[in-house]
């Protein structure tokens, strides 16, 4: 059984954001409101967090990637009273839309912040409607949705690996930030196999988890900036 991570180079992200722009295209994102926005309402599954180092100038700041890390033990999925998110055997964190009840619990023991709530009925425009992807549901008011490493893409991976009669390719199942990515920064596969990039990538000695210390075991890995 695969476990699929992603490995993200720092040394290599430019922070332009065309990850965001894809995710959000990619899995029928709502645009809220510019009153909702300014209450940080704005409906993002992979967000681009800045740090300003000694003072505000933008040569001194740093952009780092930030999207569901998928944890191999995830708090949000111990505190759902009704089992909307759920982790499977392939190391990802689902969400059940219509099962989820809005209680939002999972927001608050998730120490990521990874998950967006809708509270309002999503908005699209004429012209939006005819770019949603139909292979990607449409999130109703009052849930809570997350980034799910493009898990549709993986649904039409293995149907052409099982027709084939063969496992599935090193780089074969590609989430939309990666596939999007203009500075190759973003590494995805197979974690458990040794051949896979994203193994390798992990294992570098600038390999690092975010708040690794809290024991969620994150399953999106940052290669540090070189010196």
């Known amino acids: 059984m695969p476990k699929w991570a992603m490995v993200i180079d720092l040394d290599k992200c430019t922070g332009c954001g065309a990850c965001m722009?894809?995710?959000?295209?990619?899995?029928?994102?709502?645009?809220?409101?510019?009153?909702?926005?300014?209450?940080?309402?704005?409906?993002?599954?992979?967000?681009i967090m800045q740090e300003y180092e000694d003072g505000i100038p933008a040569e001194n700041s740093r952009r780092t990637p930030k999207l569901c890390f998928q944890c191999d033990k995830p708090p949000c999925t111990k505190v759902c009273p009704v089992h909307a998110t759920y982790l499977n055997p392939e190391g990802l964190v689902g969400q059940v839309y219509h099962r989820c009840i809005g209680c939002r619990y999972c927001m608050a023991a998730c120490p990521?912040?990874?998950?967006?709530?809708?509270?309002?009925?999503?908005?699209?425009?004429?012209?939006?409607?005819?770019?949603?992807?139909p292979h990607v549901s449409l999130r109703m008011k009052g849930v809570v949705e997350k980034c799910s490493f493009c898990a549709h893409r993986l649904i039409r991976v293995k149907e052409n690996a099982a027709a084939e009669d063969r496992e599935i390719r090193d780089e074969e199942f590609v989430p939309a930030c990666m596939e999007n990515c203009p500075a190759d920064a973003i590494y995805f596969g197979d974690i458990s196999n040794k051949n896979t990039k994203v193994y390798k990538a992990a294992s570098n000695h600038r390999a690092f988890r975010m708040m690794e210390e809290l024991g969620t075991e994150p399953k999106v890995i940052y290669l540090s900036q070189r010196e």
């Open 21 to 47: 722009s894809a995710c959000k295209l990619e899995n029928n994102i709502s645009i809220v409101k510019p009153e909702q926005a300014n209450k940080g309402r704005v409906m993002f599954w992979m967000n």
């Open 112 to 133: 990521y912040t990874a998950k967006v709530f809708n509270w309002y009925e999503p908005e699209w425009d004429s012209s939006m409607k005819e770019c949603l992807n």
